[in-house]
C-alpha cells in the first residue's frame, strides 16, 4: 500500500502541461506520449525516494511520506526533462 501511495504522490509530482511561464518553449511542442512518460518517471521518483528514505520516515506520518514521493517524482521528471531538453538544443 505504501508503493501505491509513493506512485500516487510521485504522478503528481510532475510537471502540468503549462507549468512555463517565460519563455514559451519552440513549437512543435512534445509528441502526446511524452505526457505518460514524464508521469512514469514521477511514479519511479517517487516510489525511489520513499524506499531510500524509508528508514528515515517510519515514525513520520503520512504527510511526510506523500511530501518525499511527491518531491522524489518532481526530481526525477525534472532531470531527464533537463537532459533531454540540453540534447534538443545541442542538435
Known amino acids: 500500500m505504501l508503493f501505491a501511495y509513493a506512485a500516487m504522490m510521485g504522478w503528481c509530482g510532475t510537471k502540468w502541461p503549462g507549468w512555463w511561464r517565460w519563455p514559451r518553449p519552440p513549437h512543435p ?9 514524464d508521469g512514469l518517471l514521477g ?17 513520520q506520518g503520512l504527510l511526510i511520506t506523500g511530501l518525499t ?8 521528471a525534472t532531470f531527464v526533462d533537463a537532459v533531454i531538453g540540453m540534447n534538443a538544443k545541442a542538435r
Open 69 to 76: 514521493a511527491f518531491f522524489g517524482g518532481l526530481a526525477v
Open 43 to 59: 511514479v519511479a521518483g517517487g516510489i525511489a525516494a520513499v524506499v531510500v528514505f524509508e528508514p528515515m520516515l517510519k515514525d
Open 29 to 37: 511542442d512534445p509528441e502526446p506520449w511524452w505526457r505518460l512518460v
